[in-house]
């Protein structure tokens, strides 16, 4: 196996005391890791980090930081007189030099990724008048057109439609067997079951490993709060949700 | 016919025209990505900010762009030492630099031991453009599209999402910075035309019309492009018949239309 990312002894904060610390953990090629806490337990603090918009405070961290990255929906504007394919394209920013146009090979690139999100006959609709699952994505369409070998995805399920969710799932599937490495922050504890690994986070790194091994009672405790409930007719390893998020000042998840 | 053909005859007229095309085109491409990112004001007092510059230049006999760049870069220094200064924030900063810095221009321009003319940085002077003026107006116009196509990608990233922008490989801090650079450039060009004072309607009036109607943003730009032009046409006929000021004609006009595209549209 390729080891994509390594991460080790991290912190990072905002001034005051830090919003992550000791966070340690491998990517590999073709893995989907859930990264799971409250709100405000450090999810977009660890990926401002790994995006670079965040200088670390202690640790290290090592391989490829080339990432495509999909951000929370509701943070670009509707307003915004683009289409879902203009959205799109913004994702070869990174690969054509400042003084290129883009042509007719990145929109083609724009085009095949919005095919493989299944948003082919909406290429060119007003974004800000497509649904919230499909503007989630057109957003995962833009991280493909980045073509990086790690994706980070901040909360792609919230407030996203069935059939939405469904497809992003499968797409997330493909990139994994396709050798891409897969961060994605969620509060779906059933979801990251079927993934290969979990990272859970309250301010510090909880515990990194196989979710079936790693979510424990007395991990989800300490990721949660201690405010965990267990789901009737399930057993006391799996199968457990937060009874509600918990909210914390310095930051919106 | 004769009546709507004849303006065009005289030379005046049809540098007059040319140079409110050229400003038109600026101010309809730029003009939407100053309300994009809402930036009118900002516009407005950068406009204001650099008159300084440009009395200082017509006094000394440098070109206006120097004077209006210098202008610019005082301004900036200025409101930067001022939101240092305890008790002062950033709004009240820009709003004190500018007006003091605006206030000091139509000083030096208006005084008495100043010679005649001046005063034309102000109000514009449509109907005295010259051949070399269009030039530099043309050369400045070409610099500022070249601009915005090649920051194309990024003003459009930053203005979709700031915060992801960096993430994507945009850089918001320098997009923001030639973003002002360029309606500074733009404001040099319509200074001769319309005056410092209603340099702003032209980058902000047609623009925000554009937005009411069109649906992309190539379509928007285009539409401002539009708007302006024929606002510029209407207000240059208007200013023959009617004997009213070429500059507040024009603007006058494109106020008319924007307010009428609202009504129509709401």
Redesign the interface.
């Known amino acids: 196996m390729t080891v994509l990312l390594r991460v080790d002894g991290l912190a990072a904060g905002y001034g005051g005391p830090p919003a992550i610390e000791d966070v340690s953990f491998e990517l590999q090629a073709g893995e989907r890791v859930g990264v799971l806490g409250p709100n405000g337990g450090g999810k977009s603090t660890l990926f401002r980090v790994l995006?670079?918009?965040l200088e670390p405070s202690r640790g290290s961290i090592s391989g490829d930081t080339r990432?495509g990255?999909v951000?929370q929906t509701e943070?670009?504007?509707l307003d915004?007189?683009?289409?879902a394919l203009?959205?799109a394209?913004?994702?070869?920013?990174?690969?054509?030099p400042?003084?290129r146009?883009?042509g007719r090979a990145e929109r083609r690139r724009a085009r095949d990724a919005l095919r493989r999100v299944g948003l082919a006959d909406l290429a060119d609709a007003?974004f800000g008048e497509l649904s919230g699952g499909q503007r989630q994505r057109v957003l995962v369409a833009?991280a493909l057109v980045?073509d990086a070998p790690v994706l980070l995805l901040d909360e792609p399920f919230t407030g996203v439609d069935r059939p939405s969710a469904e497809l992003l799932e499968s797409v997330l599937a493909e990139l994994a067997g396709e050798g891409c490495g897969v961060l994605i922050a969620t509060h779906d504890l059933d979801q990251a079951l079927a993934w290969d690994e979990v990272l859970c986070l309250n301010r510090r790194m909880v515990a990194f490993g196989r979710p079936e091994e790693t979510l424990t009672r007395a991990v989800l405790e300490q990721t949660y709060g201690g405010a965990v409930v267990a789901l009737p007719g399930e057993g006391e390893a799996v199968g457990i949700l937060p009874a509600h998020h918990h909210q914390h000042d310095d930051e919106g998840g | 016919m004769h009546a709507l053909v004849h303006p065009w005859t005289l030379g005046f007229m049809q540098r007059a025209l040319l140079e409110l095309l050229l400003v038109g085109i600026v101010g309809g491409v730029l003009g939407c990505w100053i309300v994009l990112y809402e930036l009118s004001y900002s516009a407005e007092s950068l406009a204001h900010s650099l008159f300084p510059g440009l009395v200082l230049a017509a006094l000394l006999g440098f070109p206006l762009v120097l004077g209006g760049a210098l202008g610019v870069v005082a301004a900036a220094l200025s409101v930067a030492l001022a939101s240092r200064a305890s008790g002062i924030d950033r709004d009240t900063a820009v709003a004190i630099v500018i007006t003091s810095l605006f206030g000091l221009g139509v000083l030096i321009a208006l005084a008495p031991a100043s010679p005649p003319g001046l005063e034309t940085l102000l109000f514009g002077d449509l109907l005295g453009v010259t051949g070399s003026d269009l030039a530099t107006a043309a050369g400045l116009a070409g610099a500022v599209l070249l601009g915005v196509a090649l920051l194309y990608r990024q003003l459009l990233a930053v203005g979709f999402d700031r915060g992801s922008a960096r993430a994507l490989g945009a850089r918001p801090l320098f997009v923001d910075l030639s973003l002002l650079a360029l309606i500074a450039a733009a404001t040099l060009i319509a200074v001769r035309g319309l005056g410092n004072l209603l340099v702003v309607a032209v980058l902000v009036a047609p623009a925000a019309t554009a937005r009411l109607l069109g649906r992309r943003l190539l379509t928007t730009m285009a539409l401002g492009v539009a708007v302006a032009a024929a606002c510029s046409v209407g207000g240059l006929y208007l200013s023959y018949y009617a004997s009213t000021a070429g500059g507040a004609s024009v603007a006058g006009l494109l106020v008319v239309v924007y307010m009428s595209v609202r009504l129509v549209r709401r």
């Open positions: 995006l670079g918009e990432f990255f951000p943070r670009s504007r915004y007189p683009v289409s203009d959205v394209l913004m994702g070869t920013l990174s690969r054509l400042w003084w146009f883009t007003r833009r980045q």
